[in-house]
């Protein structure tokens, strides 16, 4: 191969690797973007929580099945070992003080996320605020193994089968 065929075979290689990288830029940024990861412009919010499993940082929070914000942080108090879940929430979307807060999943295998169910208060939670009625997450598979605990605990058992009907002293033959 002589010396200007192998600068032409280098520099298309480093072209083509150039363009794979600008593509996979552009696709970083692309998801980036479209999924929401970014910073989240708002207000932030609080919740209290005995259980937060399946939430992370960047959960959605979510009004009517709408994303109004993610989750921006979680922090456990070692006082009381409660979960504080901090969310940030768009600027236009207000928070009545009385609104309540339910962690649940999209469908039987979805992803958690925080539902906000809000209240008829005319007031509205200040940046920083925390809702106050909150139930945490619920173990799906530790229901799901009370139920076929309970279920399966008389299928094998076989009804003893009624002797004859007791008979009052007194009141026989």
Known sequence: MSAAAAIKSNAAEA??????????????????MRTGSGSLSGYQINVRL????????????????????SVSDLSLDPNNYLVTVHMSIRDDIKIPTDSSVLVTSAGLLGS???????????????PGGTIANAQGSVDIM???????????????????PAGPPAIPPGDGP
């Open 142 to 160: 530790n229901l799901v193994g009370r139920f076929m605990g309970e279920g399966g605990a008389n299928k094998g058992s076989q009804p003893k």
């Open 15 to 32: 072209l083509i690797g150039a363009i794979v990288v600008v593509v996979a830029v552009l696709f970083l940024a692309f998801a980036y």
């Open 112 to 126: 958690q996320y925080l539902s906000i169910t809000p209240g008829g208060d005319d007031t509205m939670l200040p």
């Open 50 to 69: 005995a259980k937060a499993d399946g939430l992370a940082i960047g959960t959605d929070v979510r009004i009517s099945g709408i994303k109004v914000g």
